[in-house]
């Protein structure tokens, strides 16, 4: 069984800094490209940052070029996003997903919900003074 646990998500001020945590069980995550979502209220969940298995290839949004790092752990199965600089634009649930496939850029990055089958529940992050 696919399972992601994400965690590190919480209140910070602008400006500030999280790193999130995307935490796999029941599969290898050497053999699986990673995406990072976010979802605020009334809004359409968005690919923030998606990672290849195949050789680290990355994409990041436009918004968050700069400010954002993803970044995989095989050997603790686990992938990060680092957060700098959070403005309360970044405020959303952020969720881990993964899904088979070797490389990120086929034409365009896939880092659209559509291109990923499992997820995680997600991770609140609230950017507020």
């Known amino acids: 069984q696919v399972l992601l646990v994400e965690s590190g998500g919480g209140l910070v001020q602008p400006g500030g800094s999280l790193r999130l945590s995307c935490a796999a069980s029941?599969?290898?995550?050497?053999?699986?490209?990673i995406g990072w979502f976010r979802q605020a209220p009334g809004k359409e969940r968005e690919g923030v940052s998606c990672i290849s298995s195949s050789d680290g290839s990355t994409y990041y949004a436009d918004s968050v070029k700069g400010r954002f790092t993803i970044s995989r752990d095989n050997a603790k199965n686990t992938v990060y996003l680092q957060m700098n600089s959070l403005k309360p634009e970044d405020t959303a649930v952020y969720y881990c997903a993964a899904d088979n496939f070797r490389e990120l850029w086929v034409g365009r990055a896939r880092c659209k919900s559509a291109d990923f089958g499992s997820w995680g529940q997600g991770t609140q992050v609230t950017v507020s003074s």
């Open positions: 029941g599969f290898t995550l050497d053999y699986y490209s």
